[in-house]
């Protein structure tokens, strides 16, 4: 099992350009989930979702765009980037929660993104 | 407004002793904490978690501790190792949402060899 990809791994945008990074895993999980991570902030929620077809704000959701058309798949979209959407953005998964269970959630390896 | 706080930036230990990382929070909804460790160019990786009605839990050299009445949790690393260095994060997840995770700002722990 590969776990959870993120493609790309770099870009470098300039402001006002678009692109969609892609998040992808195989092991079945029904939750998924954007994160950034800025210097000092540590992890924060950007959007994610509870199934296919369905999305929901996070903490920071201002200028993005996601996408779960597959239960596989989660895109970010950034329609008109800006110098402060520079961070590192990670995607995870995890099993759905059922009664008084957590399960935890995994990450990939992050994408490093850079608005000049 | 930082839900989840980590005060110490970093931390060094001499290897095989133990290193104690601190996490408070200030939400009373939060229901589940979780430790997770980052290797540079790396996303974070499950480590250990807690339940909100326990106080301890332990997985080898790994113990998180909870005390509820003071918002607070540590994680006890006992022996230290010179691969334990990484940044920490703590992170909680309330009763109700999608296992939404709210991350503290992380901890580096430097073992000393």
């Known amino acids: 099992n590969a776990g959870v990809t993120q493609t790309p791994k770099f870009r470098v945008l300039k402001t006002g350009q678009s692109m969609t990074l892609l998040c992808a895993q195989d092991?079945?999980?029904?939750?998924m989930y954007w994160y950034r991570q800025d210097p000092g902030m540590g992890l924060r929620l950007i959007h994610y979702?509870?199934?296919?077809?369905?999305?929901a704000k996070g903490e920071v959701p201002d200028g993005y765009n996601v996408s779960r058309l597959k239960k596989q798949n989660f895109l970010l979209g950034l329609e008109s980037a800006a110098p402060s959407q520079t961070s590192v953005y990670f995607c995870?998964?995890?099993?759905?929660?059922?009664?008084?269970?957590?399960?935890?959630?995994?990450f990939g390896p992050g994408t490093r993104l850079t608005v000049l | 407004d930082q839900q989840v706080k980590q005060n110490s930036p970093s931390l060094s230990v001499q290897e095989g002793r133990i290193s104690i990382l601190n996490c408070d929070y200030t939400n009373s909804m939060f229901d589940y904490f979780l430790w997770y460790k980052k290797y540079p160019a790396e996303g974070p990786t499950f480590l250990i978690s807690i339940s909100s009605i326990k106080d301890k839990n332990e997985d080898g050299r790994f113990t998180v501790f909870l005390n509820k009445s003071a918002k607070h949790l540590s994680l006890h690393i006992v022996p230290s190792q010179p691969g334990d260095s990484a940044v920490y994060f703590c992170?909680?997840?309330?009763?109700?949402?999608?296992?939404?995770?709210?991350f503290g700002t992380g901890t580096r722990l430097t073992v000393i060899p």
């Open positions: 979702s509870v199934g296919e077809g369905t999305t």
């Open positions: 092991m079945n999980h029904e939750y």
């Open positions: 995870a998964s995890s099993p759905r929660t059922s009664g008084s269970s957590y399960n935890e959630q995994f």
């Open positions: 992170a909680a997840s309330p009763k109700t949402g999608a296992n939404n995770l709210f």
